[in-house]
T-cell receptor
Framework: DTAVSQTPKYLVTQMGNDKSIKCEQN?????MYWYKQDSKKFLKIMFS???????INETVPNRFSPKSPDKAHLNLHINSLELGDSAVYFC????????????????FGPGTRLTVL | EDQVTQSPEALRLQEGESSSLNCSYT??????LFWYRQDPGKGPEFLFT???AGEEKEKERLKATLTKKESFLHITAPKPEDSATYLC????????????FGSGTRLQVQP
């Protein structure tokens, strides 16, 4: 059973196109994230949703719009794709806090490699 | 601003040759420090969470430790299957749930 899944795995598209990446988690978690991993392998947070509510929105171009139809899904839509958007995008999920009050680890999906030509 | 610095960038070991990876951090009130393993073409795989200085966690050949300024991932008698990129991340006490990652240490263990 896949805990956090993303589709597609690979996405190759032309500049100016609009594309979406889908993410689903079957862990029952209440918080989901989108991270971007650039060519230098740095993972940076883009967005976070808790119970379908946007709680983190880093300095990301308006062309990126996350949508969470329910707690188990977080999709990423990108308008007017640019060359610099080429990267690997990771979805992750976590349960906000354990019964001990500590923050829990995040589980990551396999990633979507986006190539903009 | 939260910062995480990992060293070395790359490490090549012979099978059985123990070593340590370093993660130095600056964060506004540490909520948790996380270690992940990432294999090529895959997402990060969770290894450990450390919450306070002095805490240690172990899993097979890996042992993570935490001080107020840094964390170490000790690898004892590594095997080729331990080859991967090891990522360190911190979660700040500002209410943000997002992780701030370091750039990772690429470990290669040769037979």
């Amino acid at each position: 059973d896949t805990a956090v899944s993303q589709t597609p795995k690979y996405l190759v598209t032309q500049m100016g196109n609009d594309k979406s990446i889908k993410c689903e988690q079957n862990l029952g978690h209440d918080t989901m994230y989108w991270y971007k991993q650039d060519s230098k392998k740095f993972l940076k947070i883009m967005f976070s949703y808790n119970n379908k509510e946007l709680i983190i929105n880093e300095t990301v171009p308006n062309r990126f719009s996350p949508k969470s139809p329910d707690k188990a899904h977080l999709n990423l839509h990108i308008n007017s794709l640019e060359l610099g958007d080429s990267a690997v995008y990771f979805c992750a999920s976590s349960q906000d806090r354990s019964t001990s009050g500590k923050y829990n680890e995040q589980f990551f999906g396999p990633g979507t490699r986006l190539t903009v030509l | 601003e939260d910062q995480v610095t990992q060293s070395p960038e790359a490490l090549r070991l012979q099978e059985g040759e123990s070593s340590s990876l370093n993660c130095s951090y600056t964060v506004s009130g540490l909520r948790g420090l996380f270690w992940y393993r990432q294999d090529p073409g895959k997402g990060p795989e969770f290894l450990f969470t450390l919450y306070s200085a002095g805490e240690e966690k172990e899993k097979e050949r890996l042992k993570a430790t935490l001080t107020k300024k840094e964390s170490f991932l000790h690898i004892t008698a590594p095997k080729p299957e331990d080859s991967a990129t090891y990522l360190c991340a911190v979660q700040a006490g500002t209410g943000r749930r997002a992780l701030t990652f370091g750039s990772g240490t690429r470990l290669q263990v040769q037979p």
